[in-house]
Structures are given as structure tokens and as C-alpha cells.
């Protein structure tokens, strides 16, 4: 596959699927058939992600402040994850993809939070692709919960305050044991994160692309991967140019 020498491929790609109810505006469609036609973008973008050897993608599919939305697109929402999982889960299990869902679980409704479960167990030991479902997501609310509970460790006597580090941080946030992600993508030309992974993504490079997320097919990705293998990453130090130079 021509795809396989891409040069550069990020480890893990995370993407902010924005632009579903502007896609269906422009039709004169209803949002929903806009989160609809989401769905099949996601199929795709998860597809080529395996092809090209992408070891950890995530998809940021309902936000912490999503909720603010009119409860019917809500509905709406839930009702499409559900039937994602029911629909896809075999094939991806399949496929040798392992399915992780980050954010908040604890107030999730009764019919949901056991289908992200099944899809996290009957996946666990797959070796490919790993899809991480971002779902009521919000990075804030992710970090609270991360001190809360290093705040109980320290009382209960298990560490102490000299022990909280950068890495003691990361292993008690969702993304625990995930590679910071290489490349954050968001569709729909908005250039923010939204509260999506604002402590992993210290040294991402940011794609912005303007297409809105049902469009965002194969040769779109492509092009956003090629786009991250001419950037330069430095995370602080020098291009490799200067040190080459002897500057
Ligand atoms: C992204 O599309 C889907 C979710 C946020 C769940 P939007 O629904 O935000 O679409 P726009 O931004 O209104 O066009
Ligand atoms: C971010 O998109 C959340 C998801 C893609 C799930 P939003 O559409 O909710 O973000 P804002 O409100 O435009 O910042
Ligand atoms: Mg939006």
C-alpha cells in the first residue's frame, strides 16, 4: 500500500471532529443528519488510521460542556455513539483494534456506560490500532479528577506532596500509559481546543483544517499527515539545523 512509506507517521493522532451541523446547514439538513454523516467520516478516518500503522488515535466525539446543547441533539448524540458501538464493535474487534474511552464515566447513563465497558473488555487484548473515544471529555474536568486523587493518596499516607510530578500526573489522568499525542487535528476552520487534552498537548502540533468533519475523508487525512511530516519539533531545544551548523 502506497500509504505504508509515508514518511513521519505520528504516533497518535487526536481529532477534533467539529463542522457536523455547519455540514448539514449548508444543506438545508437538519444537525442530526450532519452527526449522521459524522459517523461515516469516523469509520473512514479509523480505517486509514490502521492502514498507515498509526498506533493511537483519538476522536473527540462529545464534550464535558456538550451537555449546554438542546437535550434532543444530546439525545441525538447518545443514540448515534450507542449504535456506533453495537454496529462497528465486532468489526473493529476484528480488525485487531483496542478500544479506550476517556472522561468522565461516573454520571453517564445507565444505557451507555455498559456499552463503553464491553467495547474496552472485548477489545483489551488487541494489538493494533488503538481508538481512544474521547466521551464527556473535558480536559479541566479530567485534571480535577486526576488531583482529587492524588489529594486522597496524600492524605491516606500513600505519597506525599514532594512526590507530584509531571509524570505522577500523567498516570493518574485518563490518558494514563498513552503517548501524548504527536499531531491535534480540528476540522471546521475554529482554531481552539475546546478543553480537549490541554495538559497532553504541551508540545502537539496543531493542524486546523477547514473542511467540516464529514468531509474529512482519506486523502484529507493524508494530506494533514503530510502536513505534520514537514513540520519540525524542537520541545524546547534546537532545530536540528543549528546544532548541525555548530551555531
Ligand atoms: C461536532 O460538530 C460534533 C460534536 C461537537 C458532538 P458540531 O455539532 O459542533 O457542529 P457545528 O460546530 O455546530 O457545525
Ligand atoms: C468540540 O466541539 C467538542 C467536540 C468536537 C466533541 P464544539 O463544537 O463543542 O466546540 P466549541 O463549542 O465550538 O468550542
Ligand atoms: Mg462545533
Given at each position: 500500500m502506497a500509504e505504508a512509506i509515508l514518511p513521519n507517521v505520528p504516533r497518535h493522532v487526536a481529532i477534533i471532529m467539529d463542522g457536523n451541523g455547519r455540514w448539514a446547514r449548508a444543506r438545508g439538513l437538519p444537525r442530526t443528519m450532519g452527526h449522521k454523516k459524522g459517523v461515516e467520516a469516523v469509520r473512514e478516518v479509523v480505517r486509514t488510521a490502521g492502514d498507515i500503522g498509526i498506533s493511537y488515535l483519538t476522536l473527540?466525539?462529545?464534550?464535558?460542556?456538550?451537555?449546554?446543547?438542546?437535550e434532543a441533539e444530546v439525545s441525538d448524540l447518545m443514540g448515534l455513539l450507542k449504535a456506533f458501538i453495537r454496529r462497528d464493535l465486532a468489526d473493529l474487534h476484528r480488525e485487531n483494534v483496542r478500544i479506550r474511552v476517556i472522561g468522565e464515566r461516573e454520571h453517564l447513563r445507565s444505557d451507555i456506560l455498559p456499552l463503553l465497558l464491553e467495547a474496552e473488555e472485548t477489545t483489551r487484548n488487541n494489538t493494533a490500532l488503538t481508538l481512544v473515544i474521547a466521551f464527556n471529555y473535558g480536559s479541566r474536568d479530567e485534571m480535577a479528577r486526576a488531583l482529587r486523587k492524588i489529594g486522597e493518596k496524600i492524605r491516606d499516607g500513600y505519597?506525599?506532596?514532594?512526590?507530584?510530578t509531571p509524570e505522577l500526573i500523567d498516570a493518574h489522568l485518563d490518558t494514563a500509559g498513552m503517548p501524548d499525542p504527536d499531531l491535534i487535528i480540528r476540522t471546521s476552520g475554529e482554531e481552539r481546543?475546546?478543553?480537549?487534552l490541554l495538559w497532553q498537548a504541551a508540545y502537539s502540533e496543531l493542524v486546523f483544517v477547514p473542511e467540516f468533519w464529514p468531509d474529512f475523508d482519506r486523502p484529507l487525512f493524508m494530506a494533514t499527515l503530510e502536513k505534520f511530516a514537514g513540520r519540525e519539533r524542537r520541545f524546547g531545544g534546537l532545530a536540528a539545523s543549528s546544532v548541525l551548523a555548530g551555531e
Open positions: 473527540f466525539a462529545f464534550s464535558s460542556e456538550n451537555w449546554r446543547r438542546p505519597l506525599t506532596p514532594d512526590m507530584v481546543l475546546s478543553n480537549f
